[in-house]
C-alpha cells in the first residue's frame, strides 16, 4: 500500500478531497507529531488516526470506550479491505491466540481496544513486541474526572503511554470545553502547539437569543410564518412540555410531546412522527434528541435555560443539518438563572466540581449576554475562531450598553432597605415609587429608596436585576415567593462601589423581525 493520504482516501475509503483540517492533522501525525484533535460530531474525526495508522509502519492502536463502536468501525473498515480488528472480552482463547500471532507477523492494520483491556498487564508486555505506528486515544474527553463521560480506566492510559515513548499519539474528542482540554493535554503529555481545533461552525444557523419576558407570546411570535416546518422545542420541566404542547396544538399546530415520564410507545410514536413528518413541532426535554436524524429541522427553540453551552450547542446542532437556512431562539430569564444557581449551590457534589459548574454556567450566561457576535463567543468557547458572521441578532442589530453602576446601587440598596425579603415586582414598584397600599402598609414609601428609580422603567429594571443575578450579586429565593438578597459580592459591590457596564434589554419587538429570511 502507498503511504500517500490522499491516495489512500481515494482508494480505501473512496472520497476524493479531505475535509477542513483532516489533511492537515494527518499530515502532522505522519511526521511523528502528536495531535489533540477537537472536532464536532460527524467532523471526520476517524479519518484522522486511520488514515496514518495505514500510512505509517506498524500497526495503528486505537484506545475505544464501547464495544458496539468499535464493532461498527472494524465492520466498515474491512468492508474496505483494511485488516482490522477488535481486541475485546468475546473473543474466545484461540481466535484470542490467533490474533496476537497476526499482530506480530504484521498481519494487523489497525487494533481497536477498550483500555480495561489493553491496560491488563499481559496485554501491555505483549504489545511491547508488537511495531506501533500511532496510539489514537477515541473520545478522550472520557479521562476529564470533571466531565459527563469520565470513566475511570482512561484515566491510567498515562501507563499505556509510558510504555510508548516514541510512539505519536493522538487523543480525539468532540466535546471539551477549555478546562476539560487542559486535562486532557496535561494527561497525556500532548502539547498546546499540537492541538488541532476546527469544524464547529454550523454557518447556515441563525442564532438568536432573547430576555424571557412572556414566553408564550415570544414563541408565538416566533412561529407566526413558520406554518409548514418542522422544529424542535425544549423545555426544562416535564410538566412545561405538556404544557406546551397541549397549548401549541390549540393554536393549531401539530406540536407533539416528548419526554422521560411518557410511556415508551408514545413517545417513541412521537418521534416516528417527527421524524417523517413534515411540519410536525416536538416539544421535549433534553431528553430528546439522541439519535434524531431528521435533516429539515428548521428551528430549534429553548424556552428555558439549556444546561451548558456544550448543551446548547448540540441541541441547536440538530437544527439545519441539510444545509439550508435555520433558525434558533434562546430564552433565558433571571429564575432560570437562579434556579440553575441553586442546582449548584445545593447538590453534593465536591466543591471543585461546584467550581466548574459555575464556570459553565458563567459561560452560557456570557454567550446569553454577549454584545458582540454570538457565533463568535460561541466558537471561542471550543477554541475555534470566525469573523463577526452576520448571522446573529447581535451582528444584526449590536446591544447597547450603559453605565450601570449606580443602577446596581439603587437596586441593592432597595432590596437590603426592604429587608431581603420581597420579590422583584414589589422591590421594582418601590425603586419606581409606585402609589400601592402594600408599600404603604410596610412603611416603603417612607425609606430613601421609594422612588429613587424613575430614570428606568420596569422593564429595564427586570434586565439590571437579571444581569445582577447572574452576575451573583443578588440571590433569589426560590422554595418562597422569590424573595431577593444580596449575596456577598453583592455586598462587595455596594462597599466599594466598581465600575459596571450592563446591557440594555432590546425592545420588544417581533422575534419574525430579528431573524429575516432569505
Ligand atoms: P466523527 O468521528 O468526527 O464523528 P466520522 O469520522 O465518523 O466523524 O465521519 C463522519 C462521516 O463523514 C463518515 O460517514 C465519514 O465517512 C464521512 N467523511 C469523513 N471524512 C470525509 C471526507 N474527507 N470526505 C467525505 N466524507 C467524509
Ligand atoms: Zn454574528
Given at each position: 500500500m502507498?503511504?500517500?493520504?490522499l491516495?489512500?482516501?481515494?482508494?480505501?475509503?473512496?472520497?476524493?478531497?479531505f475535509?477542513?483540517r483532516?489533511?492537515?492533522?494527518?499530515?502532522?501525525?505522519?511526521?511523528?507529531?502528536?495531535?489533540?484533535?477537537?472536532?464536532?460530531?460527524?467532523?471526520?474525526?476517524?479519518?484522522?488516526?486511520?488514515?496514518?495508522?495505514?500510512?505509517?509502519?506498524?500497526?495503528?492502536?486505537?484506545?475505544?470506550?464501547?464495544?458496539?463502536?468499535?464493532?461498527?468501525?472494524?465492520?466498515?473498515?474491512?468492508?474496505?479491505?483494511?485488516?482490522?480488528?477488535?481486541?475485546n472480552?468475546?473473543?474466545?482463547p484461540?481466535?484470542?491466540?490467533?490474533?496476537?500471532?497476526?499482530?506480530?507477523?504484521?498481519k494487523?492494520?489497525?487494533?481497536?481496544?477498550?483500555?480495561?483491556?489493553?491496560?491488563?498487564?499481559?496485554?501491555?508486555?505483549?504489545?511491547?513486541?508488537?511495531?506501533?505506528?500511532?496510539?489514537?486515544?477515541?473520545?478522550?474527553?472520557?479521562?476529564?474526572?470533571?466531565?459527563?463521560?469520565f470513566?475511570?480506566?482512561?484515566?491510567?492510559?498515562?501507563?499505556?503511554?509510558?510504555?510508548?515513548?516514541?510512539?505519536?499519539?493522538?487523543?480525539?474528542?468532540?466535546?471539551a470545553?477549555?478546562?476539560?482540554?487542559?486535562?486532557i493535554?496535561?494527561?497525556?503529555?500532548?502539547?498546546?502547539?499540537?492541538?488541532?481545533?476546527?469544524?464547529?461552525?454550523?454557518?447556515?444557523?441563525?442564532?438568536?437569543?432573547?430576555?424571557?419576558?412572556?414566553?408564550?407570546?415570544?414563541?408565538?411570535?416566533?412561529?407566526?410564518?413558520?406554518?409548514?416546518?418542522?422544529?424542535?422545542?425544549y423545555?426544562?420541566?416535564?410538566?412545561?412540555v405538556?404544557?406546551?404542547a397541549?397549548?401549541?396544538?390549540?393554536?393549531?399546530?401539530?406540536?407533539?410531546?416528548?419526554h422521560?415520564?411518557?410511556?415508551k410507545?408514545?413517545?417513541?410514536?412521537?418521534?416516528t412522527?417527527?421524524?417523517?413528518?413534515?411540519?410536525?413541532?416536538?416539544?421535549?426535554?433534553?431528553?430528546?434528541?439522541?439519535?434524531?436524524?431528521?435533516?429539515d429541522?428548521?428551528?430549534v427553540?429553548?424556552?428555558?435555560?439549556?444546561?451548558?453551552?456544550?448543551?446548547?450547542?448540540?441541541?441547536?446542532?440538530?437544527?439545519?443539518?441539510?444545509?439550508?437556512?435555520?433558525?434558533?431562539?434562546?430564552?433565558?430569564?433571571?429564575?432560570?438563572?437562579?434556579?440553575?444557581?441553586?442546582f449548584?449551590?445545593?447538590?453534593?457534589a465536591?466543591?471543585?466540581?461546584?467550581?466548574?459548574?459555575?464556570?459553565?454556567?458563567?459561560?452560557l450566561?456570557?454567550?446569553?449576554?454577549?454584545?458582540?457576535?454570538?457565533?463568535?463567543?460561541?466558537l471561542?468557547?471550543?477554541?475555534?475562531?470566525?469573523?463577526?458572521?452576520?448571522?446573529?441578532?447581535?451582528?444584526?442589530?449590536?446591544p447597547?450598553?450603559?453605565d450601570?453602576?449606580?443602577?446596581?446601587?439603587?437596586?441593592?440598596?432597595?432590596?437590603?432597605?426592604?429587608?431581603?425579603?420581597?420579590?422583584?415586582a414589589?422591590?421594582?414598584?418601590?425603586?419606581?415609587?409606585?402609589?400601592?397600599?402594600?408599600i404603604s402598609?410596610?412603611?416603603?414609601?417612607?425609606?430613601?429608596?421609594?422612588?429613587?428609580?424613575?430614570?428606568?422603567?420596569?422593564?429595564?429594571?427586570?434586565?439590571?436585576?437579571?444581569?445582577?443575578?447572574?452576575?451573583?450579586?443578588?440571590?433569589?429565593?426560590?422554595?418562597?415567593?422569590?424573595?431577593?438578597?444580596?449575596?456577598?459580592?453583592?455586598?462587595?459591590?455596594?462597599?466599594?462601589k466598581?465600575?459596571?457596564?450592563?446591557?440594555?434589554?432590546?425592545?420588544?419587538?417581533?422575534?419574525?423581525?430579528q431573524t429575516?429570511?432569505?
Open positions: 502507498t503511504a500517500d493520504p491516495h489512500i482516501l481515494k482508494t480505501v475509503y473512496g472520497y476524493d478531497a475535509r477542513g483532516q489533511a492537515d492533522i494527518i499530515r502532522h501525525v505522519m511526521a511523528g507529531n502528536n495531535a489533540f484533535v477537537l472536532m464536532p460530531t460527524g467532523g471526520g474525526k476517524s479519518l484522522c488516526y486511520q488514515i496514518p495508522a495505514l500510512a505509517r509502519n506498524g500497526m495503528g492502536l486505537i484506545v475505544s470506550p464501547l464495544i458496539a463502536l468499535m464493532v461498527d468501525q472494524v465492520a466498515a473498515l474491512r468492508q474496505a479491505g483494511v485488516r482490522a480488528e477488535a481486541l472480552s468475546d473473543l474466545s484461540e481466535e484470542r491466540r490467533a490474533l496476537w500471532r497476526d499482530m506480530r507477523a504484521g494487523v492494520d489497525i487494533l481497536y481496544a477498550a483500555p480495561e483491556t489493553l491496560l491488563k498487564p499481559d496485554v501491555l508486555d505483549a504489545l511491547q513486541s508488537i511495531d506501533l505506528s500511532l496510539i489514537a486515544i477515541d473520545e478522550a474527553h472520557c479521562l476529564s474526572q470533571w466531565g459527563h463521560d470513566r475511570p480506566p482512561y484515566r491510567q492510559l498515562d501507563t499505556l503511554i509510558e510504555r510508548f515513548p516514541d510512539t505519536p499519539r493522538m487523543a480525539l474528542t468532540a466535546t470545553d477549555e478546562p476539560t482540554r487542559a486535562e493535554l496535561g494527561h497525556l503529555g500532548i502539547e498546546e502547539h499540537d492541538a488541532f481545533i476546527a469544524g464547529f461552525d454550523r454557518p447556515n444557523i441563525r442564532y438568536a437569543i432573547m430576555e424571557k419576558d412572556n414566553p408564550r407570546a415570544q414563541l408565538k411570535r416566533f412561529l407566526k410564518d413558520r406554518d409548514g416546518e418542522s422544529g424542535i422545542v423545555c426544562l420541566s416535564k410538566r412545561k405538556d404544557e406546551t397541549a397549548w401549541l396544538r390549540e393554536e393549531g399546530r401539530d406540536a407533539l410531546p416528548y422521560a415520564g411518557m410511556d410507545a408514545a413517545r417513541e410514536e412521537n418521534q412522527r417527527f421524524q417523517h413528518g413534515e411540519a410536525v413541532i416536538i416539544v421535549a426535554t433534553v431528553a430528546f434528541g439522541m439519535g434524531i436524524d431528521k435533516p429541522v428548521r428551528f427553540v429553548h424556552v428555558d435555560l439549556p444546561g451548558s453551552i456544550e448543551a446548547y450547542y448540540q441541541e441547536t446542532g440538530r437544527a439545519g443539518r441539510d444545509g439550508l437556512p435555520s433558525d434558533v431562539l434562546m430564552l433565558y430569564g433571571y429564575e432560570d438563572i437562579a434556579l440553575r444557581n441553586r449548584i449551590e445545593e447538590s453534593d465536591a466543591d471543585q466540581r461546584k467550581y466548574m459548574e459555575r464556570q459553565k454556567l458563567d459561560a450566561l456570557g454567550l446569553a449576554e454577549t454584545a458582540s457576535c454570538r457565533r463568535q463567543v460561541l471561542s468557547y471550543f477554541g475555534d475562531r470566525c469573523e463577526p458572521c452576520g448571522n446573529c441578532d447581535t451582528c444584526a442589530e449590536p447597547d450598553l450603559f450601570g453602576a449606580i443602577a446596581a446601587q439603587k437596586l441593592l440598596s432597595c432590596i437590603y432597605r426592604t429587608g431581603e425579603r420581597f420579590g422583584q414589589y422591590v421594582i414598584r418601590v425603586l419606581l415609587g409606585v402609589e400601592d397600599e402594600r402598609r410596610f412603611g416603603h414609601d417612607r425609606i430613601t429608596t421609594y422612588g429613587i428609580g424613575k430614570e428606568h422603567d420596569n422593564r429595564m429594571w427586570r434586565a439590571i436585576l437579571r444581569q445582577l443575578v447572574a452576575l451573583r450579586m443578588i440571590e433569589v429565593d426560590l422554595s418562597g415567593h422569590g424573595g431577593l438578597s444580596i449575596s456577598e459580592d453583592g455586598r462587595r459591590f455596594l462597599r466599594e466598581p465600575a459596571l457596564m450592563l446591557r440594555i434589554p432590546s425592545a420588544p419587538r417581533s422575534a419574525r423581525q429575516p429570511r432569505n
